[in-house]
T-cell receptor
Framework: GQSLEQPSEVTAVEGAIVQINCTYQ??????LSWYQQHDGGAPTFLSY????GLEETGRFSSFLSRSDSYGYLLLQELQMKDSASYFC?????????????FGGGTRVLVKP | DAGVTQSPTHLIKTRGQQVTLRCSPI?????VSWYQQVLGQGPQFIFQ???????GRGNFPDRFSARQFPNYSSELNVNALLLGDSALYLC????????????FGPGTRLTVL
């Protein structure tokens, strides 16, 4: 089956840098996505990596190493509004078709 | 442009009842996926529909079913409700079936008593 592991919680101060790691086990891997979810809100898309390397979008960057089944999300210049849960998710192909599997989420708490 | 909409927002049912949840995707999006999110956990994939056909199914019992209509809106049905079905049910739409970028609706909070 598929499984994803990410830390449950990370605490940092405003202006700091946080790296959220995600390791996965799956078959027929297509790509790794990251989503942000504030309490009481819906998940919102942050990034998608299909190939090895770093993708940068403003203060957020995402990295993928397919050979290591590993990726990370880098949050730079942390702001209070970045306090949220962050989920990695893998898209893979199963006999039943496309499937997107989410990790358990990393709760990021930003302190002043 | 309107985002993904879901109805109802909240729902309270009792064990054994049946429920239907509705989702309207972003205009132009042809794929709709359904997820169950229990408090404190990540969303769990239930179904994906693309062009009215089922393209993916998660590890959920047959009590869960869904369909997609010609206008790409979708319904999720759950029969014989159990206490453990209490969760936030999220709908997400995307342009195609690739999952590269999904747009989530606000969800339906289902409580089973």
């Amino acid at each position: 089956g598929q499984s994803l592991e990410q830390p449950s919680e990370v605490t940092a101060v405003e202006g700091a840098i946080v790296q959220i790691n995600c390791t996965y086990q799956t078959s027929g891997f297509y790509g790794l996505s990251w989503y942000q979810q504030h309490d009481g809100g819906a998940p919102t898309f942050l990034s998608y990596n299909a190939l090895d390397g770093l993708e940068e979008t403003g203060r957020f960057s995402s990295f993928l190493s397919r050979s290591d089944s590993y990726g990370y999300l880098l949050l730079q210049e942390l702001q209070m509004k970045d306090s949220a849960s962050y989920f990695c998710a893998v898209r893979d192909y199963q006999a039943a078709g496309n499937k997107l599997t989410f990790g358990g989420g990393t709760r990021v708490l930003v302190k002043p | 442009d309107a985002g993904v909409t879901q109805s109802p927002t909240h729902l309270i049912k009792t064990r054994g009842q049946q429920v239907t949840l509705r989702c309207s995707p972003i205009s132009g999006h042809k794929s709709v996926s359904w997820y169950q999110q229990v408090l404190g956990q990540g969303p769990q994939f239930i179904f994906q529909y693309y062009e009215k056909e089922e393209r993916g199914r998660g590890n959920f019992p047959d009590r869960f079913s869904a369909r997609q209509f010609p206008n790409y809106s979708s319904e999720l049905n759950v029969n014989a409700l159990l206490l453990g079905d209490s969760a936030l049910y999220l709908c997400a739409s995307s342009l195609d079936s690739s999952y590269n970028e999904q747009f989530f609706g606000p969800g339906t909070r289902l409580t089973v008593l």
